[in-house]
């Protein structure tokens, strides 16, 4: 199995920014897939997921601002992200599990397998 992430980059605070992650080697469909971030010096949080049935959670701090969607054709997972700030700044991963159960999904433990990360940066 396969996590390619993509999309990062340097954006202003209130700028718009699309993810990408793309995956092989697994039926993608079955699979929950998730994005998780990670700042410095800090631990990695749950940002948002998509059940393989296409029901999505978010993070709190995220919430009406990313939006995550899947496109089964292509094995790939998107992550919207609108009105960006500065403390968005992180390095984003996919990650992907086909068994997991709804009450883990915010759990980075819960999930098998990851991308190797796409940094975003929001300046001020």
């Known amino acids: 199995v396969q996590l390619q992430a993509s999309g990062g980059g340097l954006v202003q605070a209130g700028d718009s920014l699309r993810l990408s992650c793309a995956a092989s080697?697994?039926?993608?469909?079955?699979?929950?897939m998730a994005w998780f971030r990670q700042a410095p010096g800090k631990e990695r949080e749950f940002v948002a997921c998509?059940?393989?049935?296409?029901?999505?959670y978010y993070a709190d701090s995220v919430k009406s601002r990313f939006t995550m969607s899947r496109d089964n054709t292509k094995n790939t997972v998107y992550l919207q992200m609108n009105s960006l700030k500065p403390e968005d700044t992180a390095v984003y991963y996919c990650?992907?599990?086909?068994?997991?159960?709804?009450?883990?999904?915010?759990?980075?433990?819960?999930?098998?397998?990851w991308g190797q990360g796409t940094l975003v940066t929001v300046s001020s």
């Open positions: 990650a992907g599990d086909q068994s997991i159960i709804l009450s883990s999904i915010r759990r980075s433990d819960a999930y098998d397998y």
């Open positions: 080697g697994l039926t993608f469909s079955r699979y929950t």
């Open positions: 998509i059940r393989w049935s296409g029901h999505t």
